[in-house]
């Protein structure tokens, strides 16, 4: 049987990890420039692929900023003397949410480019 408080208590956590989470620069810029990708899907009428496309990458790149911030922070806790590997793995951290970034970027131009096309008559 489901406990009740057990599940109030776990979206707890998990809504005060987003608000942690909401504190990052990086995190903040993300969220923003993925509410104007979500406005200009409203507008153009996107279709239920590109919608699910789009809130796909979106997600991907939120998680691993949130990620990203987990490990360097562990890091920062378990290595408190600077050590080589420490620098590599916070790079590839976030040598993987940049990567995630171009993804996005690219979606998001398969997906809009037609539309913008389409008004400024360029197809």
């Not at 969220?31 to 979500?38: C, H, V």
């Not at 951290?93 to 990567?99: D, E, F, H, I």
């Amino acid at each position: 049987m489901i406990k009740i408080k057990r599940l109030v208590r776990s979206f707890r956590h998990a809504g005060n990890g987003l608000k942690y989470a909401m504190r990052e620069p990086n995190f903040t810029i993300e969220i923003t420039i993925a509410a104007g990708a979500i406005f200009l899907a409203a507008f153009f009428c996107i279709e239920r692929w590109e919608w699910a496309a789009l809130i796909s990458v979106t997600l991907l790149v939120l998680m691993l900023e949130i990620i990203n911030t987990v490990c360097e922070r562990m890091i920062d806790i378990m290595v408190p003397r600077s050590h080589p590997y420490a620098k590599d793995v916070k790079d590839m951290m976030a040598g993987a949410v940049l990567l995630a970034c171009f993804g996005s970027v690219a979606v998001g131009f398969i997906i809009f480019f037609p539309y913008f096309a389409a008004i400024l008559n360029i197809i």
